[in-house]
């Protein structure tokens, strides 16, 4: 990981005269999974968006590898699904062959909802759809805001193992792929990331590389990052 596919050089986003995120500089480089932890309410989504293109900073400047943003793919907290088509059609609809998607939704555990429409899924089934939704779709850079928050824990440990491989397989096919994942999970943090950005009231306190490291040496550094005054 040698070149920053994204780049944020002092980015600020206000609302309402606060400063949801303030003065961020981070480079986001191609082929990583970069995991932005924080707590609710501490500008992760905002940051995001603005990686999504979806609201433009007040601040700062985004710079791009050669130039051009890439393109995006996003699985959102909220499913977003669309109420009239099927899982499969969201899925095709979003730009995925119709083979790759079926057995995407068979790899999320949810071949026998393909045909279903989104009022017929629970809460969890329509945040995988939309994860599924979000791997269908053409992308270089993958942005998941908390995308399994619904699930319970042994589901999200599955699902969170499925984003890797998915990404990896994507990556060793098409290209290298990236990735940021937003969590306030310390467990999902360590489970996924090449690195950890903490994210605490709008303002990037921490980066920690995350591969290779000692797991509880790491994630007593991250508690003490999200807590600390």
């Known amino acids: 990981m040698t070149e920053a596919l994204i780049s944020l050089k002092n980015v600020t986003k206000i609302y309402d005269g606060k400063a949801v ?9 191609r082929g990583e999974i970069l995991c932005v932890l924080g707590e609710s309410g501490g500008g992760k989504t905002t940051l995001l968006n603005v990686l999504a293109g979806l609201i ?9 590898a050669g130039g051009a943003a890439p393109k995006v793919s996003y699985a959102f907290q909220e499913a977003s699904l669309l109420p009239n088509l ?5 899925m095709t609809f979003a730009g995925g062959k119709k083979t790759a998607c079926e057995t995407l939704l068979a790899r999320a555990e949810l071949s026998d909802k393909a045909g279903k429409r989104p009022f017929a899924l629970s809460g969890g089934e329509k945040q995988r759809v939309a994860f599924c939704r979000a791997f269908a779709a053409p992308f270089e850079l993958l ?20 984003f890797a491989d998915l990404l990896r397989e994507r990556g060793g096919t098409e290209g290298a792929k990236t990735a940021v994942f937003v969590t306030h999970s310390v467990k999902e943090a360590l489970s996924l990331a090449d690195r950890v950005a903490v994210l605490r009231s709008g303002k990037l306190v921490k980066m920690f590389a995350a591969r290779g490291q000692d797991k509880e040496k790491l994630r007593a550094e991250l508690i003490a990052a999200l807590t600390e005054e």
């Open 143 to 162: 942005l998941a805001d908390e995308p399994f928050s619904a699930l319970d824990i042994a589901l999200r440990e599955r699902m969170i193992a499925l």
């Open 86 to 90: 099927t899982a499969l059609k969201n």
């Open 21 to 29: 995120i303030g003065g961020v500089s981070l480079d986001i480089f």
């Open 56 to 64: 433009s900073p007040d601040g700062g400047k985004i710079i791009y």
